[in-house]
């Protein structure tokens, strides 16, 4: 008898929708939710950027594919961005434009890791890099960190203590997501020659690395450049998520590994995406300087009637409300917020670690909706 057709195991046991639980009840609420879960802007592109005010008469093929690096005018842009931002090494070749952030870092996983092999995640981290680990087969392993590490000491040795033979690769959030940590030179330094001395490739997650409000945002690659591959978005740099379209940046090597994967998934980023971004690359400054002032006066006014420390960058506020917890633990604790018209993203989504806590996006909504649905967390959680 033929075996009956099934899925892979480690599909099945990979998370699905991070809100699910509480998705239903949202829908529900009289007038909908402030929507604090999602990790995205209220703000509309700049003028010039938005997707109306691109022609094709202007932008011959913006219809069409484009070559699976990328759009050259856009690979050249990048080019001198990293060197000029970023203080990186950089020519066309180091470049593979990607479906968002997210398809860098499958690129990226695609070809650096084999199944069974072992990846180190800093926690608390982006809900969806665990499962984009697994979807490569290869195993997740959380390093608690963020609310953990005091030191460039500390650093290295939580990371060493989750470390074995299998291990492959690094991943670090800086500015990070969701805990708004922006990690330190030192720190970055220290980690970067620990995985070198273990010979180990880093994944260096630098999407919110415009929206710095406490330090510097370094980029890792400066002390690693020959084992770091480097994911930026123009998502959250530009205000463009629904554009799909961000980078990945390493060694030439690296790259042309990464671009088989990418060429195999997703074949290349949208066209008109990319003409976007270059529009940004050439003319957003003011945009995210708009922006990234808005983000810290709503970020530090949240924190403020939150009664916890401002973020050092990214978007979000991580909360542990586990003196509020009922028998029903964080889903009930989400569920009474959704009735309060309040949306906010599980903490356990963002790691095991993290059952009691709950991330709050402050930029998905205008400054005023945020910090009257804070207002109404804040009650809730006194």
């Known amino acids: ?26 829908r529900e609420v009289p007038g909908g939710v402030c929507p604090l879960h999602i990790g995205d802007t209220w703000m509309e592109p700049f003028t010039g950027g938005r997707m109306q005010d691109l022609r094709e008469a202007d932008h011959p093929g913006l219809h069409r594919y484009c070559e699976t690096r990328g759009v050259p005018a856009l690979v050249d842009a990048v080019v001198e961005k990293v060197r000029a931002r970023n203080g990186l090494r950089c020519e066309p070749e180091n470049v593979l434009v990607t479906a968002g952030a997210t398809g860098a870092l499958c690129a990226a ?59 492959t690769a690094l991943y670090v959030s800086s500015p990070n997501n969701p805990t708004g940590r922006v990690l330190p030179e030192a720190w970055l330094a220290a980690l970067a020659g620990w995985a070198e001395r273990e010979g180990l490739w880093l994944l260096s997650d630098e999407v919110y690395e415009d929206y710095v409000y406490r330090g510097a945002h370094v980029s890792t690659a400066r002390f690693l450049p020959e084992r770091t591959l480097s994911v930026f978005s123009f998502s959250k740099a530009y205000g463009m998520a629904g554009n799909r379209t961000g980078y990945l940046v390493g060694p030439e090597a690296a790259i042309t590994q990464a671009q088989k994967i990418s060429t195999h998934t997703f074949y290349a980023a949208p066209t008109s995406g990319q003409v976007a971004g270059l529009r940004a690359l050439r003319g957003g400054a003011d945009w995210m300087q708009r922006a990234r002032e808005c983000y810290e006066a709503v970020g530090r006014g949240a924190a403020e009637r939150l009664g916890v420390a401002p973020p050092e960058g990214s978007t979000f506020l991580f909360l542990d409300v586990v003196k509020k917890l009922d028998a029903r633990g964080i889903w009930g604790f989400l569920e009474d917020c959704v009735s309060d018209g309040i949306a906010l993203a599980p903490g356990p989504s963002c790691g095991r670690d993290y059952e009691s806590w709950v991330r709050l996006c402050y930029t998905s909504a205008p400054p005023e909706q945020v910090l009257a649905a804070v207002d109404r967390v804040a009650a809730r959680i006194r």
Do not use: Q
């Not at 046991?13 to 009840?25: K, W």
């Open 1 to 26: 008898m033929p075996r009956p057709p099934r899925f892979a195991p480690t599909t099945e046991a990979m998370p699905g929708a991070v809100f699910s639980p509480i998705a239903g009840r949202m």
């Open 109 to 167: 996983l695609g070809a650096i890791t084999s199944p069974g092999d072992e990846v180190l995640i800093l926690a608390p981290f982006w809900p969806l890099i665990r499962g984009i680990v697994a979807a490569f087969r290869a195993d997740p392993v959380e390093v608690p960190f963020y609310d953990r590490v005091a030191s460039a000491d500390d650093a290295v040795a939580a990371v060493a203590e989750r470390t074995t033979p299998r291990t």
